[in-house]
């Protein structure tokens, strides 16, 4: 197994191979985060419904795709789960270099961690390969919009087709919907969004208690630190890929819960009882 140097130097080399420096590798996660206090301006004439896009299927993943569920005696808005299991967690924003994408992957299963990845519609239009090696890995796959926009700055009929856009991309490649929807650039989904989730057949909306701050570079020990000063058993985790500083934090976050006992295990596994 590589040392952490070596598998930075691993992660730098496939960078380079993407034709990305570092910086390009963070310019190609995300333009804006899922978090509170980051308000984003209306998008600028955007068409009133996503066209289909140019994506290749992939081959049907080898993984069962999983579809959506109801948790009885959960809000439509989940933030956390049950705090009395020693359980948490760690869910991505689905966007950004793969070759970032996949050592945050490898990682995360080098660790006995099984995760929650919300990708974005065009991101799975460019790359639909990750649709299958996230399922492959023994990860659920779930919706965060098709062009990850301000949703809740938006008129209900453009909403609508963020979600169902990307909800589309998701069954042509896995054969589901996804597992969970999570509202694009914010924390938590107004009532209309909610309802317009329901509607597409989502029955809840995903959000979590715990913000790594990742999107904003701080280094590895800070992402580390962001988690660990507040997660708890039952958390939800946002974390991103297309950053290399949560490639580096994956592995010491994961011992650090090992040794706080709490096993990061998929959302769906968090709620099940």
Excluded at 72 to 83: D, M, N, W
Excluded at 139 to 150: D, I, M, P, S, V
Aim: hydrophobic fraction near 40%; proline fraction near 10%; aromatic fraction near 4%.
């Amino acid at each position: 197994m590589l040392s952490l140097p070596g598998r930075r130097a691993a992660l730098r080399s496939a960078v380079r191979a993407a034709g990305l420096g570092v910086a390009g590798a963070a310019a190609a996660g995300l333009t804006a985060a899922c978090g509170p206090g980051r308000p984003a301006a209306p998008p600028a004439a955007p068409p009133s419904a996503p066209p289909p896009g140019p994506a290749r299927p992939a081959r049907p993943s080898r993984a069962a795709a999983a579809v959506p569920r109801r948790f009885a005696g959960q809000p439509v808005e989940i933030g956390h789960g049950p705090r009395n299991r020693p359980e948490v967690a760690l869910t991505f924003h689905g966007n950004g270099e793969p070759a970032i994408a996949r050592a945050v992957l490898a990682e995360a299963e080098r660790g006995g961690a099984r995760v929650t990845v919300l990708a974005i519609g065009a991101w799975l239009d460019a790359h639909p390969d990750m649709a299958r090696r996230i399922l492959d890995g023994g990860h659920e796959l779930g919706n965060h919009t098709q062009r990850h926009l301000a949703i809740n700055g938006m008129p209900e009929a453009e909403a609508y087709a963020e979600i169902t856009g990307c909800a589309q991309r998701l069954k042509r490649l896995t054969g589901s919907i996804g597992t969970w929807f999570r509202p694009s650039q914010t924390q938590y989904a107004t009532p209309l969004v909610r309802t317009l989730a329901q509607r597409a057949g989502y029955p809840h909306v995903l959000s979590y208690d715990v913000d790594s701050l990742d999107f904003t570079s701080p280094g590895a020990a800070a992402v580390i630190r962001n988690v660990t000063g507040t997660i708890r058993p039952g958390s939800v985790v946002s974390l991103h890929f297309g950053y290399a500083d949560t490639v580096d934090a994956m592995p010491p976050l994961l011992e650090e819960l090992a040794r706080r006992k709490l096993r990061a295990v998929t959302t769906t596994e968090l709620l099940t009882t």
